[in-house]
């Protein structure tokens, strides 16, 4: 039935990746561009400061992954419909990839800044631990078993995924950490004194991030349903035979 229902949405879904690809591509140039050339040096840093153009736009793109994740979750649990479960799976697995940028670049730019690559403040900490939620949810997704079953599972462990992300976000006003305070959102201004130039670089970085997230996740999403008619098939003929 899901699986039928979302068989003509197939033509605009082929559609839209066709519109997106290209546009991400410029956007992705555009960025890399303005992250090397465009920015300024920053005075302090120096060019290792450059990874926040990176950095900070896969965090951002995270959130909302996760937090389609939580959605997708929540709804399954209400309607029991598989294309949520579906949606969900792809999102996990999409923000799971930014995720692990994050904690990547993170600790590049923390050897520069601090002279250590890892410390065990609350930002670190609550992030590592969120890597670990959605690799287990990964995890329980390959090895679960019944698909039903599975699916009940992996909501709940995307709830509790979800429920760390402003433990995340806030962890640097709640205790004292090494990592800095947001300076993009911040109380009463925008950029928190950031120059013009490194504001505009930072949107391009975050620009670009959210067309590749838009992109795999289509192309996830589609994967996901295909091997959901492929195992569907089997069933049948397994039945029949």
Request: with cysteine.
């Amino acid at each position: 039935m899901a699986a039928d229902q979302a068989g003509p949405l197939s033509n605009a879904g082929a559609d839209a990746l066709r519109t997106l690809i290209p546009i991400g591509f410029l956007a992705a140039l555009v960025a890399l561009w303005a992250a090397f050339l465009y920015a300024p040096t920053e005075r302090i840093e120096g060019d290792v400061q450059r990874i926040l153009y990176m950095h900070v736009p896969a965090a951002m793109t995270m959130y909302i992954a996760y937090g389609l994740v939580f959605l997708a979750s929540v709804m399954y649990l209400v309607r029991r419909d598989s294309r949520w479960d579906e949606l969900a799976a792809a999102a996990a697995e999409v923000g799971t990839v930014f995720a692990t940028t994050v904690l990547i670049t993170g600790p590049i730019w923390a050897k520069k800044a601090w002279g250590t690559y890892w410390v065990w403040d609350a930002r670190l900490t609550t992030m590592l631990l969120l890597w670990l939620i959605f690799c287990a949810y990964l995890m329980l997704r390959a090895y679960g078993g019944d698909r039903e079953q599975v699916a009940r599972y992996c909501a709940v462990v995307g709830i509790i995924g979800f429920a760390d992300l402003p433990i995340i976000h806030y962890s640097v006003q709640w205790w004292r950490t090494l990592h800095p305070e947001p300076k993009v959102m911040t109380q009463g201004s925008m950029g928190g004194g950031m120059e013009p130039s490194m504001l505009l670089t930072l949107a391009l970085g975050t620009a670009a991030a959210l067309m590749l997230f838009a992109v795999l996740l289509r192309l996830r999403l589609r994967l996901e349903r295909l091997e959901r008619r492929v195992e569907v098939a089997g069933q049948l003929l397994h039945s029949e035979g």
